[in-house]
């Protein structure tokens, strides 16, 4: 019945039998009539109130179904969000995308392949988005910051805190060169449900979506369900037949989705459907500058020089502290500083043999 509402702002018009006739619980009812009646004293106008109030405080811009910004690809999915929480650029909700997700444990292999991946399609003109997720989310959204671009992040609760902990430095990279958003309120903590019910969001902005590395009872397999069902492509990637996180891209590609080990093998499955965006011009092999983008936030802007150094002498697979004391020319003792130091940041972690880089 609402769907016959071409504004459903005029909802708070309506008298009491049409808005019964629409199908309303009758606690919405009385929210509206208390609206129209502008009675304070509703707990329902308090609660919007105070999220208002809260959006006002953090900067949280409010994106409706009649907001020029909301993006016509997810008007269409099921159960769609009737409002989008957002910080950032919302203007970039209308470029085509991709959705990049993958395993929370991803391998050093996985996490190079999504921040590679990312790169280059970003480079293509495709715009990036994902979970913010700990593993291949975390390296997608990095991979196209890094690349001087800009990615979109997907959250499962209120964009007034960052989620999770370890990914805080990467969500206000994402927020100053990007976007974040969520369908959540500030205030809203981050709960087990909220995760499936943000995917349908990532795979509803996306024209495709690839899967990096997933088990095969990963979220990441509902998520390219989801995706089917609402008329995307999902692209995989393979891996070793003897490693765990390989298993639910193999199961996918042998469902249907596309096998892809480069960028173009993507680009050619969208084929004409797909095009750059106006204004986009991509970048030629070896040209350090984005086109047509916001400047990202460096992962090290907010770093002095010693952690810098420490940082940039890591890669994505696990180094000794033997080794980083040798590449840096540091102490012991400092060098340890400075890794709990970016551990804090969410920049670094500690893994089997060393540490890496996550960010």
Known sequence: MLATIPNLTDLLTRNPATLKAHGLHGETVAA????????????????????????????????????????????????????????????LLSREQIGVIGSRNATPA???????????????????????????????????????????????????RIYPNQHRRLGERVIGGGLMISEYPPGTPARAAHFPQRNRIISGLSRGILVVEAGLKSGSLITARMALEQGREVFAIPGSIHSPVARGCHDLIKQGARLVDQVDDILEELGASWSLPAGFTAQEPGDTEPKAERPAVRATDALDSREIAVFEALGYDPQSTDALCSATGLPADQLVQSLLLLELEGLVSSAPGGFQKIA
């Open 110 to 160: 996985g996490l190079d392949h999504a921040r590679r991946f990312a790169a280059e399609l970003s480079k293509r003109g495709l715009l990036i988005t994902s979970g913010l997720a700990l593993g291949v989310d975390g390296a997608a959204h990095a991979g196209a910051l890094d690349a001087g671009y800009a990615t979109i992040a997907v959250i499962g609760c209120g964009l007034d």
């Open 32 to 91: 509206i009539l208390a609206w129209q009646q502008q009675d304070e004293a509703n707990a329902v106008i308090q609660a919007v109130r105070q999220i208002l109030l809260n959006c006002e405080r953090h900067e949280i811009e409010l994106v409706s179904w009649q907001h020029p910004h909301y993006p016509e690809a997810l008007r269409h999915i099921h159960d769609a969000p009737l409002v989008l929480y957002a910080r950032g650029d919302s203007g």
